[in-house]
């Protein structure tokens, strides 16, 4: 199907007990775009999130990745769809250096076993190399190469965000799910980021869930706006800025206080 | 960049920076070592350095289970039972049907296959219930030696007779040395070779992406799944291997004390073993060996250090767990990352301050700090 999107959900619901925390919810990603998810706090968002990395599985409605169904996905899949995601915290490996933290987002490419490991055949030697290879490029690609023997917790937030964001890109996903990446930024760095998302769109599509209206609007082709677990608007940034129903349900209020909020 | 460096430099960079060829040097460097001890020491001493040696092979796999994979064994002195059962009931008279690495390899395998169980039940839980889990398997194996008396041997335990030095051995020895080997020294070859063995796989997965998926799952384990690693597989493939390395310390601990039985492997010695891998430095192999080492030899030392103060002999033996206690402290205070970790740190800093200005960051700083570890 060489026109189906890299990412779709339809109909998609999530109850947790007596609580609906996604209703119904339907959206696409087309290949090559970046999909913004925005709403107030406990939207949704996160559920969304979880849903598209199989932490949760819906009751209802279907996930579809280049129009295949991903039934019973579970996180441990996401390489193998070519998907990666990055975590709302920052999710590194704290005691392993910044290179191997992203050796590990290359580990799908590997294929050497646990005998060729045990007795370090040549085979997993080689795998060693190349995955070493390729996470010094992808550092280097995010100007991080210079960190690539420390450990993350000597380095400042802003490169750790960074290791976190390689460690995701070192697989080459064809669908990247960015959670907040955005959170505990400076303005400059966030101008930054944007940049690299922008970047990303030529290699794959992206989905970002993010608090930052500034980046959102920058970055997104298509916005999709979350409302206790229903999409009460979809369409371009411009569209969905004019949206009343956004207005009235999120983004006035949003605003204000994510320009109050402190960086963690 | 070794353009100008001359050929046996370049070979040994070669050497040096191949994850294989590195452990296989180190190995037998280490085998020198333990032959020029072995020759040198007496049947006494061989016989604590043997009980040194499966100390060592069982806090290997502990500080892989616990160092690089952040699961917590109360009950690696269980395993190590039913290694040294499994090897007791072969060689429970002497005449043995089965050679005696074919006896090691069976015991490791049962080991491996109640290791396999426990592991899978294990990998469901986390931080103390794991604890909780294999603390009751600590108290309880024992219990099934107690529980089968006619063929475990009960409370007296099983006999275990040692099979004869192999000619081969014997003849290379006396050639060598010109004397005949001694059982003793025989038990504390078989022991060490063991151990470096040991060492060897374990330092080779340690360094390979089994040892990178162990350590991404003990320091974040949604982060590790979610670049793709199964959550399950990696914490039992760990729990596999520390049991293994803990059957094979039980196999040959059988061989070298001559009985097996309940008694030898209480709570005590899980303990022991956890308490080695701590003082040695979490996850470090060679801090493993220090631990074992320490906790092998402290309490004599101590002892003959109280007797030669003029102590008599009963103050002098209450000397040692004075002294094991206060390294414990002296450890946690002063090297909270054990010792192997201190030495590290003390490196790491040595070569930053000879670095200074920052260097720039290339392939060869890279893999210094590979090696470094």
Known sequence: MPHAPAFAMNGVTVRFGGITALDAVDLEVPRGRVLGVIGPNGAGKTTLFNVACGFVTPAEGSVRRDGQPLTGLKPHHLPRHRMARTLQGLGLFERVSVLENVMVGADRTATSGFLSSLLALPRSAADERRLRERALTTLDELGIADYADRVPGSLPYAIRKRVALARALVGEPELLLLDEPASGLSDEEMESLGDLILACRERMSVMLVEHHMDLVMRVCDSIVVLDFGRVIAHGTPDEVREDPAVLAAYLGDEVDRTAAEVPR | ?373
């Not at chain 2, 080991?111 to 294990?122: K, P, R």
């Not at chain 2, 475990?152 to 192999?166: T, W």
């Not at chain 2, 000619?167 to 003793?184: A, E, H, N, Q």
């Not at chain 2, 740190?345 to 040595?350: F, N, Q």
């Open chain 2, 1 to 373: 960049m070794a353009t100008s460096s001359a050929l046996p430099v370049r070979a040994w960079r070669r050497v040096w920076s191949g994850t294989g060829s590195r452990h296989l040097l180190l190995a037998l460097l280490g085998l020198l070592a333990v032959i020029v001890y072995v020759e040198a020491a007496s049947d006494f001493r061989n016989l604590q350095f043997a009980a040194f040696g499966y100390l060592g092979i069982a806090a290997g796999g502990l500080t892989v289970l616990t160092g690089l994979n952040g699961q917590l064994s109360l009950g690696h002195g269980a395993f190590m039972a039913i290694g040294a059962y499994t090897t007791a009931l072969f060689l429970d008279d002497g005449s043995p049907v089965v050679p005696l690495l074919g006896v090691l390899v069976v015991a490791t395998l049962v080991t491996v296959l109640a290791g396999a169980l426990i592991g899978a039940a294990a990998a469901r839980l986390h931080g103390p219930y794991i604890a909780g889990a294999t603390l009751a398997l600590a108290v309880g194996v024992p219990g099934i030696a107690l529980h089968f008396s006619d063929t475990l041997g009960g409370e007296q335990g099983l006999g275990v007779v040692a099979p004869p030095v192999p000619v081969w051995l014997l003849d290379l020895d006396y050639f060598f040395t010109g004397r005949d080997l001694t059982p003793s020294r025989y038990l504390s070859y078989v022991v060490w070779v063991c151990l470096i063995v040991t060492f060897v796989l374990l330092a080779n997965l340690s360094r390979s992406r089994v040892g990178r998926r162990w350590r991404a799952v003990r320091d974040d384990d949604v982060a590790a799944e979610v670049a793709g690693i199964h959550l399950g597989r990696a914490r039992v493939s760990a729990f596999v291997v520390s049991t293994a390395c803990a059957g094979l310390a039980g196999a040959v601990m059988a061989l070298v004390v001559r009985l097996t039985a309940p008694g030898g492997y209480t709570l005590t010695l899980s303990l022991t073993l956890l308490t080695a891998v701590v003082l040695g430095g979490l996850g470090s192999l060679w801090g493993a060996l220090i631990g074992a080492g320490l906790l092998s030899y402290l309490p004599q030392l101590a002892t003959n250090v109280g007797e030669s103060l003029g102590l008599d002999q009963t103050r002098a033996a209450e000397l040692a767990p004075l002294v094991y206690g206060a390294v414990m402290i002296a450890v946690i205070l002063l090297a909270p990352t054990g010792i192997a970790g201190a030495v590290r740190a003390l490196r790491a800093r040595r070569t930053a301050r000879a670095e200074r200005p920052p260097p720039q960051t290339t392939e060869s700083t890279v893999q210094q700090g590979e090696m470094s570890r």
